[in-house]
């Protein structure tokens, strides 16, 4: 059984640049989280993807947005990258809008130079 | 102040020891309380996830909730050096499409 996978798992990008983050749920889990981790601190949630809609957002700017395909595969996007995006970014897989247990890809690590 | 606070540790500790990790939060809303083990560069594992007050027993840990006093904890028995890693608390309340809450980790080191 296929835990969530994330790619790529590491990612350079330039100052003003946009990157495309990919993420598959576990197998049966129809609900998407995205999460930033800085350095030395806990996950913080980015936004939520169930039926195809963002349900819920964290407070990030615009610049985040996203996509979940009918598959439940999901995209994280962010444009116009600063140094301050440089994190680890985890995508969380669920069942349900309710939440239940949340699983963790390996993330993809981003450093914006 | 933060909703969820967490000692950052370090915490070193010799082998076979039993190791107590805490956190406390502020919103009384929580329902949900999880427990990530994450290892240097890899994704949060799921350890234990349990609901409202109460404890919860897996093998070597032991996660217990006290809602009263908003106050949770992991206790890791026989610790090894393979439990060597950092420990997320973590929580949301039951809602919709409810996002979770982490806390800063605490850095765990099992000396040999």
């Known amino acids: 059984d296929a835990g969530v996978t994330q790619s790529p798992t590491h990612l350079i990008k330039t100052r003003g640049q946009q990157v495309t983050l990919r993420c598959s749920p576990k197998?049966?889990?129809?609900?998407v989280s995205w999460y930033q981790q800085a350095l030395g601190q806990g996950p913080q949630f980015i936004f939520q993807?169930?039926?195809?809609?963002?349900?819920q957002r964290g407070n990030f700017p615009d610049r985040f947005s996203g996509h979940q395909f009918p598959n439940y595969s999901s995209e994280l996007n962010v444009n116009a990258l600063l140094l301050g995006d440089s994190a680890l970014y985890l995508c969380?897989?669920?069942?349900?809008?309710?939440?239940?247990?949340?699983?963790f890809g390996q993330g993809t690590r981003l450093t914006v130079v | 102040q933060k909703e969820v606070e967490q000692d950052p540790g370090p915490l070193s500790v010799p082998e076979g020891a039993i190791v107590s990790l805490n956190c406390t939060y502020s919103?009384?809303?929580?329902?949900?309380f999880m427990w990530y083990r994450q290892y240097s560069r890899k994704g949060p594992e799921l350890l234990m996830y349990?609901?409202?007050?109460g404890n919860k027993e897996d093998g070597r840990f032991t996660a217990q909730v006290d809602k009263s006093s908003k106050y949770i904890s992991l206790f890791i028995r026989d610790s090894q050096p393979s439990d060597s890693a950092t420990y997320l608390c973590?929580?949301?309340?039951?809602?919709?499409?409810?996002?979770?809450?982490f806390g800063s980790g605490t850095r765990l080191s099992i000396r040999p």
């Open positions: 349990t609901y409202s007050s």
């Open positions: 197998s049966g889990h129809d609900t």
């Open positions: 993807y169930y039926e195809e809609e963002e349900r």
């Open positions: 973590a929580m949301r309340p039951y809602s919709s499409a409810s996002k979770i809450i």
């Open positions: 969380a897989s669920s069942l349900g809008s309710l939440g239940s247990e949340a699983f």
């Open positions: 919103n009384s809303a929580f329902q949900y």
